[in-house]
């Protein structure tokens, strides 16, 4: 079945360092594929998406690039914040019957940034 | 953007009682309601899916008898935990969707349920 993969960390960075977050999927067909935040206590935020290969999702100086030739959706930010420390979920979409997608998340990046 | 809210927040129960946890889009109709549970540290575990008007499916090894979702209508759903034990404390976070395919779930914030 479809599934995603991504490096579980802990990540610990910087300030200002450069992060990269891997993510690779197994899919049929063309999911959609999408990063969530999640701050301490909180539930997820949409952080961004990308619809269709080599499209480039990107907000808050996040992006990244939906690779179909590696089944890749890496997460990668010039120069992280410690606002940025947060629980980081790779996910995609996988089509239902007629009416709904589903989300498969990956199992989640501890992200920790020290001034 | 879209928002959804759950509640309570937090609730913390005696074991043997139930528990009911509302979720509702604030600010469109949702046709379809994802209820998800997140242990600590841990990812989302999808439990089960509500379109409004039909009965919920669930995803394989979640008690269908345990965990009673209701899609009353296009803003509410709710999860009843029936009978908890503390094994069923958890974080528990509902999403929404507008539409179909192709579109983006909203996340509410949680309801961490804490069962003694």
């Known amino acids: 079945g479809n599934s995603v993969t991504q490096m579980e960390g802990p990540v610990t960075l910087s300030e200002e360092a450069f992060l990269t977050i891997n993510c690779t999927y197994t899919?049929?067909?063309?999911?959609?594929l999408f990063w969530y935040v999640q701050y301490p206590g909180e539930g997820l935020q949409l952080l961004l998406k990308?619809?269709?290969?080599?499209d480039k999702g990107s907000n808050k100086g996040f992006e990244a690039t939906y690779r179909k030739e590696t089944t890749s959706f890496h997460l990668e930010k010039g120069s992280v914040q410690v606002s940025d420390s947060a629980v980081y979920f790779c996910a995609l979409s996988d089509q239902v019957g007629t009416s709904y997608d589903k989300v498969i998340f990956g199992p989640g990046t501890s992200l920790s940034v020290i001034p | 953007g879209a928002v959804v809210s759950q509640h309570p927040s937090r609730v913390i129960c005696k074991s043997g009682t139930s528990v009911k946890i509302e979720c509702r889009s604030l600010d469109f109709q949702a046709t379809t309601m994802f209820w998800y549970r997140q242990f600590p540290k841990k990812s989302l575990m999808l439990m089960a899916t509500s379109n409004e008007g039909s009965k919920a499916t669930y995803e394989q090894g979640v008690e269908k008898d345990k965990f009673l979702i209701n899609h009353a209508s296009l803003t509410l759903s709710t999860l009843t935990v029936t009978s908890a034990h503390p094994e069923d404390s958890s974080f528990y976070i509902c999403s929404a969707v507008r539409g179909g395919f192709g579109e983006t779930q909203y996340f509410g914030p949680g309801t961490r349920l804490l069962v003694l």
């Open positions: 990308a619809t269709k290969a080599d």
């Open positions: 899919a049929t067909g063309y999911p959609s």
